[in-house]
């Protein structure tokens, strides 16, 4: 009889069929994928039950997606995918702000709003706070027009999409910055709040002793022709959840005083070479 | 500014909030998995259209997913995972049978069937052939009252609990090996067939250029108390689709001339040590 197949003849065959793909980044793409997957199984000795567990899991996840429910961006976020995706995709330089994830609740074409308006549009916000500052290149210069796309979680932890007793677009905002590249921001005090639990990702977070809890955090996306747009959050330091963001995305770099009531905050952009 | 964050900062981040885990395997398995998953967006430079390609492929999969259909099951055994993890896990020596997959036609509890009886019990058997054998352990000796699961598509290309209109258990069947080791079993000539194509998981074999056919093949599953169970299949020589198996299952030594009517094939099970 014939020596046992090896696990590497086995890989081979697998990359080789991707070998007539018309689209050579898709097969690429898969490739890699075969490769750590494959690894994984070995690396692990991934018993038959376990795999079971495993199609088990993505099922369920499935199952759960519609229109207002992502299981498998939560996934994706719980596991530091998506933070690794930004991390990769922003390219940011050691001078420019750092980014993190975009998050499910950015809604594209929110309201203008004028230097130092509240993005809180409802009659929820009692405790507002001033954000301001300057978006710069890192090259140094100012930048006069930019976009700042601005939203947040109301004081009652929902995104204004989350909510149908919220009216649409009250807690977002985009502003321009001045000709010295000045921008100022109003709104609500931040609070943290749990990504959603009752589906197979919050069962793997119990599971692993892991928390769900995001901590407080203003989204800003910052852009500028010719520039490398900035997708991050502003965190804020009085937050027990910064080093226990269920979807990794604090950086230290990006985390401020919220109590202090006016706070100041620079944007740098990398330009695109 | 303070230097950029890492990517081996972030997934040591993600690594170390498995640590409260109460069952370290499950730790284990999810920080492999995390750890290659996160090398597959470094080397692939995964972008942000690509992720949600994905997060979209396997949404689809999710939906797609019922009581009688399984894409997510099609797609590891398209990307050849559930081989890998049947080699795996079936640890099988250069001596003994190689293993192949399961596949999700198995149902347990198929009717005890005489020596040289065939599997087929339906009016569908025009070709028939006999497999005989012995099933002997890997040191040499022969195994008596072995006990030998047999199943397979009829002639049309579908397994009988794919089609209501074939009898329930009417291609399948549980031998028994006699005194010497030696079992037989008359079948009707397997046919090639395709796995699902109206799915995602047909859209990627589709995108990449591969095929959905599987080669025509009798399923076995070998046990014998102290051994280990022996998974496969035995392929047909004639079959045009041997060297592209959507799932990866051929292995050389599995292949036999089915047209020859009478063929020969010995199991061959590794002692659990």
């Given amino acids: 009889m014939s020596p046992a197949f090896t696990n590497d003849q086995h890989l081979n065959d697998v990359l080789e069929s991707f070998d007539h793909a018309t689209n050579p980044r898709l097969a690429d793409v898969l490739r890699s994928l075969v490769a ?29 997606c519609d229109d207002r429910r992502q299981e498998f961006i939560l996934l ?20 420019a702000t750092e980014p993190t994830v975009l998050g499910p609740f950015y809604v594209p074409g929110a309201p203008a709003r004028a230097m130092g308006e509240s ?9 507002e706070v001033l954000i301001s500052g300057v978006v710069r290149s890192s090259r ?22 989350q909510d149908s007793t919220i009216t649409p677009m009250s ?14 921001v109003r709104t609500t005090i931040p609070v943290d709040y749990q990504i959603p639990t009752d589906g197979p990702v919050g069962k793997m977070l119990a599971a692993t002793g892991r928390l769900s809890w995001r901590p407080a ?7 500028y022709p010719g520039y490398r747009t900035v997708i991050t959050h502003v965190f804020d330091a009085a937050s027990p959840h910064l080093k226990s963001d269920a979807v990794f995305g604090v950086r230290d770099s990006l985390v401020v005083d919220f ?14 070479t």
């Fill in 36 to 64: 750590h997957l494959h690894a994984f199984v070995i690396e692990t000795g991934l018993t038959r039950e376990e795999w079971m567990t495993g199609i088990e899991f993505l099922t369920a996840a499935g199952h759960l």
């Fill in 76 to 95: 994706s976020d719980t596991l530091g995918v998506s933070m690794l995706v930004e991390m990769v995709n922003q390219h940011a330089s050691d001078g």
């Fill in 119 to 127: 993005i809180a549009q409802d009659d929820s916000h009692d405790d």
């Fill in 140 to 161: 140094g210069e100012p930048l006069a027009d930019a976009s700042l796309d601005v939203w947040q979680v109301t004081p009652k932890g929902l995104y204004d999409v």
């Fill in 171 to 184: 807690h977002r905002g985009i502003y321009r910055t001045d000709a010295d590249g000045r921008f100022a």
């Fill in 217 to 223: 955090h203003t989204h800003f996306m910052v852009s």
């Fill in 259 to 272: 109590a202090a009531k006016e706070l100041s905050f620079d944007f740098v952009l990398d330009p695109i």
